[in-house]
Structure formats: C-alpha cells, structure tokens
C-alpha cells in the first residue's frame, strides 16, 4: 500500500511529486505548498507597503489555485479580481463563470473588462490569422496592457499574477535564447512601479510548478477551466514548455535553478548595465510607452484591420 512520504498515513489522494520524488497525502501536500508559496510572499516582501490589492484571474488552475491559497495564509489581507473577458470561442465563457462563482463564494470584488466592448475584436478573431504560432505573444501584449490598465484606473497600487515557475522559465529560457537583455531584467518576483500609471507586479507563485498548482486546485476542490485556450495549440510557448520538462529529466532541479541563477547572478550585472527607459504618454490611450504609440494600441489598429480585410 502506498502511503505518504511524510506522515506515513495511507490516506487518500496521494499525490505523486516530481520535485520531491515522493508521494504526499493531501494534508501535507497542501502543507507543503502553503509553506513554498508563503515563503516566496515573505522572501521577497511582496506585501510591503500594499494598501490596494487586485489579483488578476484567469479562471484557469493557476490563478485559481492563487486565490485560494492568498484567502487562506492572509486572510486579513483584502483584495478585489480582475478578470479579462479575450472572447475566445469555447474557453472564455467557462473561464468567466468560474471566477464569478469564487468571488461570490467568497465576497470577494471582481472587475471584468470586456475586450469586444472597449476595443472592438476578441482573442478569438485572431485564429483565423496564417502565422497561429504567434498569437500567445499578441494575446500576451493585449493581457500585460490590459491588467495594468484596469489595475492603474481602479486605484490599485499592486497586481498579483498567478505566473508560476513553468511560466517564467519558459519565458527566460525564450528571452535568454534570443539574448533579449531588456526584457531579461524585468523578470523577477517583484516588479516595481517604474511609472505612476505602471502598477507594481508580484507573481506570489513564481515557486512553484504547473503540477503543483494543479494538484492544489484538485485537492481543495476547487473549480477551474478545464478547457484549455484553443489557441495554444502548437504555439511555440507550449513546446517550449515540454522541452524544459525534458531537461529537467536530465538536470534535476533545472526549473528552479535557472530561476536562481537568473535573480542571484544575472539581475544584478543586467541592472549595473541598464540604462533607465524614458517613458511618455502613449497618444491614443494616455498610458505610458517608449514611443509615441505604445505597443497595445499600435497592435490594437492592425489586428482591428486584419479582422476586417479577413
Ligand atoms: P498566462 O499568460 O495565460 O500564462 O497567464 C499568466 C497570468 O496572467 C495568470 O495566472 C493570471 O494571473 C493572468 N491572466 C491571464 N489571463 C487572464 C485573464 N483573461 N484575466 C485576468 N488575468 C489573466
Ligand atoms: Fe492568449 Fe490563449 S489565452 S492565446
Ligand atoms: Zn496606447
């Protein structure tokens, strides 16, 4: 019979743990995880100084494991959710549905902006484009933009992402590859405020992996879109994403040395080296850009003009 390699009960559902090379029960899985994750929030002081929280939810078991695990070690903390409808065909309507029935459980504030409304297409008007492989890079720059956008509007001075240890190796491991030394320097658990209308970022699960965000959802109980975005399909971020999980067959422990190596040797020589960006008003949104249109609006008129001559 197997039993959990921590207290040794047979209780069920044992969850298998790549990273520990053990099984754990429930309980102490859930232990475990509420551990890591309040470590990482401490660590790194992500709290320090917040007076209006938002975390941003995707429905998916990500963010949805982020909420439940925020309510449960801060339970004094308040927060309100912000959700982005993208209009994608077979996902998104589950994904709203799941971040609504949370927050009202849960009274919890929910923000949700309507792509379609505000700006005239959807996510999902992208599939019909040629070149699918790049659609998570547009949908990304529509979501930073976004999050921040409704974050900034609203008052908050901090924005929770449930981006986890997959995520932003996948993410180093593409802008290391192309040597994209700005973007590099941006990646870390906390982002500050680098401009009144940029919100200071925090990504509280950056520790953890896709499986144990997975196996937390399911041991809570927890509802969270099953459907995964359509659109993902092929993209050269999930093949990114299996490459790395290959590696770290060979190299245990890759993910999160990578991490480490990133933060503790390479942050500080990319910060000594990097020269402040000026930044400005963007001309049609106001928010702030490095041109005089920021990338969200510039890519806002050419997908509105692929959608019409598609
Ligand atoms: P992704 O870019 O899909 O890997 O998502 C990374 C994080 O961005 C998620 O964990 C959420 O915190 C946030 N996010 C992604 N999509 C949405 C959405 N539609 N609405 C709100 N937040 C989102
Ligand atoms: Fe952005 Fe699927 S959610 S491409
Ligand atoms: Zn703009």
Redesign the pocket.
């Given at each position: 019979m197997d039993r959990c390699g921590r207290c040794k009960n047979e209780k069920t559902p044992l969850f298998k743990m790549s990273r520990l090379n053990s099984l754990l029960c429930s309980s102490c899985f859930e232990d475990y995880y509420e551990r890591k994750v309040k470590n990482t929030v401490l660590k790194y002081g992500m709290l320090n100084g917040v007076n209006k929280l938002a975390i941003?939810?995707?429905g998916?078991k990500?963010?949805m494991a982020l909420l439940k695990v925020f309510s449960e070690l801060f339970p004094h903390i308040k927060f309100a959710v912000?959700?982005?409808n993208?209009g994608i065909p077979g996902h998104s309507d589950e994904?709203i549905k799941v971040v609504e029935k949370f927050c009202i459980e849960n009274s919890i504030e929910l923000l949700v902006y309507d792509l379609k409304k505000y700006h005239g297409y959807t996510i999902g008007d992208l599939s019909n484009l040629k070149n699918n492989k790049r659609i998570c890079g547009v949908c990304?720059i529509v979501?930073r933009h976004l999050?921040n956008k409704v974050a900034y509007e609203n008052g908050f001075d901090t924005l929770a992402?449930?981006?986890n240890l997959d995520?932003v190796v996948e993410i180093l491991f593409n802008l290391y590859l192309n040597g994209n030394v700005e973007e590099m320097s941006r990646i870390k658990p906390v982002a500050p405020s680098m401009n009144p209308k940029l919100i200071r970022k925090i990504k509280p699960l950056i520790e953890v992996t896709d499986q144990e965000d997975l196996y937390y959802v399911i041991s809570k109980n927890l509802d969270y879109a099953s459907s995964e975005c359509p659109l993902i399909k092929g993209s050269r971020m999930v093949e990114r994403k299996n490459l790395i999980l290959r590696i770290e067959e060979e190299i245990p422990n890759f993910r999160y040395r990578f991490l480490k190596t990133h933060l503790k040797r390479f942050l500080p020589i990319l910060k000594e080296h990097s020269q402040p960006i000026t930044l400005r008003e963007c001309d049609v949104c106001s928010m702030p850009s490095v041109g005089s249109i920021c990338s969200f609006c510039k890519l806002s008129s050419r997908i509105l003009n692929w959608v019409e001559n598609a």
């Open positions: 941003a939810a995707s998916g990500d963010s912000i959700h982005l993208l994904c990304g979501k999050m992402t449930g981006h995520d």
